[in-house]
């Protein structure tokens, strides 16, 4: 197992100068079920575009010396309300209390180390710095038996449910993209999940 070395937050223009590998982390550890993600850099760019705009975002960046090895995201849920207030309707929360903890992505040979914890730590502590008093995230659903399912695959609800999220009965976004294998974009159900601050 690789050691990682450090774990801090990135704002501002340190946080700029950091998405290109953050990208390049998408790309990589997405790959991987249950995203299945065949992504490209001009995509990854133009998704990342938000946090570069957003004065209240914020990488936590996981470090092996000066490599960035492992990041997670995090801006008011505000900033993606194009995307997900569709899938908040209905449930009487005020999207502007909510701060949205986007990806966390860690290279496989770095896990076991704590970084997952300190992702969340790190970007629940600034959402409340901002004075949010919620956390969301949402999660890709796919079938059980799909056909792509490792046999060793564990879903990361224990862990999510022991930080303090629990699912939002039916706030569900679609997303799309393209899978690997595929020819085209097709879209995926994406389960919310929150917490109090």
């Keep these: 197992m690789a050691e990682v070395t450090d774990v801090h937050a990135l704002t501002g223009s340190t946080l700029a100068g950091a998405l290109d590998d953050v990208a390049r982390l998408r790309i990589a550890v997405f790959r991987a079920w249950p995203?299945?993600?065949?992504?490209?850099?001009?995509?990854?760019?133009?998704y990342l575009q938000s946090y570069r705009d957003s004065?209240?975002?914020?990488?936590?960046?996981?470090?092996?010396?000066?490599?960035?090895?492992?990041?997670?995201?995090?801006?008011?849920?505000?900033?993606?309300?194009?995307?997900f207030a569709?899938?908040?309707?209905?449930?009487?929360?005020?999207?502007?209390?909510?701060?949205?903890?986007?990806?966390?992505?860690?290279l496989p040979e770095y896990r076991?180390?704590?970084?997952?914890?300190?992702?969340?730590?790190?970007?629940?502590?600034?959402?409340?710095?901002?004075?949010?008093?919620?956390?969301?995230?949402c999660a890709v659903q796919r079938p059980q038996d799909h056909p792509m399912r490792p046999a060793s695959y564990r879903?990361?609800?224990?862990?999510?449910?022991?930080?303090?999220?629990?699912?939002?009965?039916?706030?569900?976004?679609?997303?799309?993209?393209k899978d690997l294998g595929d020819k085209d974009e097709t879209l995926k159900p994406l389960q919310f999940w929150i917490r109090d601050l």
């Design 112 to 137: 076991g180390q704590g970084v997952g914890h300190r992702f969340f730590d790190l970007r629940e502590a600034h959402a409340q710095s901002l004075g949010f008093g919620k956390c969301a995230f």
């Design 155 to 177: 879903p990361l609800d224990e862990f999510w449910r022991a930080r303090g999220y629990e699912k939002l009965a039916g706030a569900v976004a679609q997303f799309s993209w």
């Design 86 to 106: 569709a899938a908040f309707e209905g449930s009487g929360l005020d999207l502007a209390e909510i701060f949205y903890c986007a990806e966390s992505v860690l």
């Design 55 to 83: 004065d209240k975002a914020i990488v936590v960046g996981a470090f092996d010396g000066d490599r960035l090895i492992g990041a997670s995201t995090g801006a008011p849920l505000t900033d993606h309300a194009d995307d």
């Design 35 to 46: 995203y299945l993600y065949d992504g490209d850099l001009e995509y990854e760019r133009k």
